[in-house]
């Protein structure tokens, strides 16, 4: 089989393998998926009582609103489903934790973060496709209502592998990536249009959360081939380069001399 069926199926091994884990607590995980869903929830009704009495702020609507939060629910979901180790990188360097992978041969950063999922981002990924179509989405613009949450969710996880690598050269990082990833958090669910000057620039340089949300939004309002070109160059530039960091630091990586086996 090729390198790239190998891939797939070790990917598809390490998803069936993490689903079980949550299948074996089944109360908690729908406990996790319920609160979560209830915590999405209360940020709509403060929403939908802002938006009851200012119909439109800088050309938002309650419905943009909700696909904002249905694309940034839907990145943070796929994402913590998948690559659950993503948002915990610096702690697992700084303890010395990536020992278990590295005598092994799958690729360390990819097996590193696919060894465990976040069981309440499956409430994300059930509020993003429920807020998707009370903000007015429709079947036939679902399929770029995916593109764009795929899109999105390959920045974020981007931003925070880049972030979390600081861990090889200053140690302990997780401080500094855990205000980042709220940072993000943050500022991925408000609209763009109310920020101005500096911090408008900042949301699309320093802290990029623009591009995780606002970009999908965009490919999906404005959709055009010259556009979807352009959305995908900049996801693998930030893919690439994440990967270029994280492999840059791991040559400066201290083993914590833990052995470990993973089944």
Not at 132 to 151: C, D, E, H, M, N
Request: positive net charge; glycine residues 12%; hydrophobic residues 60%.
């Amino acid at each position: 089989m090729s390198t790239a069926g190998n891939m797939l199926r070790f990917i598809g091994a390490c998803i069936k393998a993490n689903w079980k884990g949550a299948m074996e607590f089944r109360a908690g995980f729908l406990a996790q998926v319920f609160f979560m869903l209830l915590n999405n929830g209360t940020w709509i009704v403060f929403w939908w009582l802002f938006f009851d009495r200012f119909n439109v702020v800088a050309g938002w609507t309650m419905n943009d609103i909700l696909q904002l939060w249905a694309f940034a629910a839907g990145a943070f979901g796929w994402i913590n489903v998948l690559f659950g180790n993503c948002f915990r990188l610096a702690g697992m360097i700084a303890g010395g934790e990536l020992d278990v992978y590295l005598g092994m041969p799958k690729p360390v950063l990819l097996h590193a973060m696919l060894s465990r999922t976040i069981l309440s981002a499956y409430g994300d990924l059930l509020f993003a496709v429920a807020m998707f179509f009370l903000g007015g989405g429709s079947l036939a613009k679902f399929p770029l209502f995916l593109l764009g949450v795929f899109l999105g969710g390959w920045i974020l996880v981007s931003l925070m592998v880049m972030v979390q690598s600081l861990a090889f050269w200053i140690g302990n990082a997780e401080g500094l990536s855990l205000q980042f990833g709220n940072a993000l958090l943050t500022f991925t669910t408000y609209p763009t249009d109310i920020f101005h000057g500096v911090t408008r620039v900042m949301l699309f340089t320093v802290l990029p959360a623009g591009f995780i949300s606002i970009m999908p939004i965009r490919l999906i309002r404005e959709f055009s081939w010259e556009f979807l070109p352009m959305a995908c160059g900049v996801t693998i530039l930030f893919v690439v380069l994440s990967v270029w960091v994280f492999h840059r630091g791991l040559k400066r990586y201290e083993s914590g001399n833990q052995v470990g086996v993973r089944m």
